[in-house]
């Protein structure tokens, strides 16, 4: 029995090595990435996506397109008398896909994510199964602004369309369609002074093909299109997102990237 047990201990070791080895290593088919939907990221990559200042700053805006995002003119949108950032997605888009890994990255320099999922894109819209994350009973806290995130439906066909995740409320539901007629997601709302309607940048020549894990490592490589992709989309987010706080906190953003960000407004 003292042997059969310690096999069995053994067996699910191996289990958990191979899935930690599959999950960071680059896959081939981008199916192959389905079976970590709703697995808890881990801190280890996370911090990856924290990055350092002059990278962000050698990068600026990148290639992230700036022609998604409007300014506004709307009273200061807040929640626990903080700015409020809203989000509005589902987790079958691969827009949103794109979006999200710039949100995670922009929103960590104001605050901290707990309990954040891998999750992919439908495998049936394109392109298919993008790595990304949801944000679906993640839970976010910072000391200068809110963020609020509606993830409209799961990843996953039901019906004619796609099972319904979570549903906006009025408040919620009035101001995508004040400034997002069409309903298009991702929509991203800064504080009701700017809005982001769609992604800000190509989720099939930036993630297609790789995991979480490659696109968090060429994310180091300054020169690389991830890089320049996600972290000037990044970089824009924060920009907006100072705007809408009164640029705190000063060591976010005093960075030179913001600056060269707001000359855009």
């Not at 320049?228 to 970089?235: F, K, L």
């Not at 824009?236 to 060591?251: A, E, F, G, R, V």
Request: proline share 5%.
């Amino acid at each position: 029995m003292a042997n059969e047990l310690v096999w069995a201990g053994l067996a699910g070791v191996v289990v958990i090595v191979l899935a930690i080895l599959f999950l960071f290593s680059r896959p081939s088919p981008s199916q192959s990435r389905v079976s970590f939907d709703n697995v808890l990221v881990p801190s280890s990559l996370l911090s990856e996506l924290n990055i350092s200042a002059s990278l962000s700053n050698n990068i600026g805006i990148g290639t992230a397109s700036y022609s998604v995002i409007s300014n506004i003119n709307g009273n200061l949108l807040t929640l626990n008398n903080k700015p409020e950032v809203l989000y509005m997605g589902a987790e079958y888009c691969p827009f949103c896909a794109a979006e999200r890994w710039a949100l995670v990255i922009a929103l960590s320099r104001f605050g901290t994510f707990s309990n954040l999922h891998f999750m992919t894109s439908s495998a049936t819209d394109y392109p298919p199964s993008t790595p990304t994350f949801t944000f679906y009973n993640s839970t976010y806290t910072s000391n200068y602004i809110s963020f609020v995130s509606v993830e409209q439906t799961t990843n996953q066909p039901s019906g004619g369309g796609y099972a319904t995740l979570q549903t906006p409320n009025t408040s919620e539901y009035n101001l995508m369609a004040q400034y997002d007629s069409r309903g298009s997601i991702p929509f991203v709302l800064f504080g009701n002074k700017s809005v982001l309607v769609g992604a800000t940048y190509d989720p099939l020549s930036v993630l297609d093909s790789y995991n979480w894990s490659a696109v968090a490592n060429l994310l180091h490589n300054g020169s690389t299109v991830q890089a320049q992709s996600i972290i000037g989309s990044a970089n824009l987010i924060t920009t907006k997102i100072c705007q809408m706080d009164n640029n705190t906190p000063s060591n976010v953003c005093s960075q030179s990237y913001v600056k060269q960000i707001e000359r855009l407004s």
